[in-house]
């Protein structure tokens, strides 16, 4: 009788992991939307990164 029960919840395990896997996984967003958005923020970072080292730049004593 186990063996029934093994094969039940096995049975059960695939379908929640085929559920899974049929989800989307950024709620929608294209490919391409998701790295343009993600390269907006790298330059966003590097603008800063770059104002802030000029500014320090700027304030060593020479």
């Not at 049975?11 to 294209?30: M, N």
Request: proline residues 3%; charged residues 35%.
């Amino acid at each position: 009788m186990a063996r029934g029960n093994q094969r039940e919840v096995s049975r059960e395990k695939a379908q929640k992991k085929l559920a899974a896997q049929s989800k989307p996984h950024e709620s929608g967003v294209s490919k391409t939307k998701r790295m343009e958005r993600d390269a907006e923020i790298v330059r966003a970072k590097q603008a800063a990164a770059a104002a802030k080292k000029a500014q320090e730049a700027a304030q060593q004593p020479k």
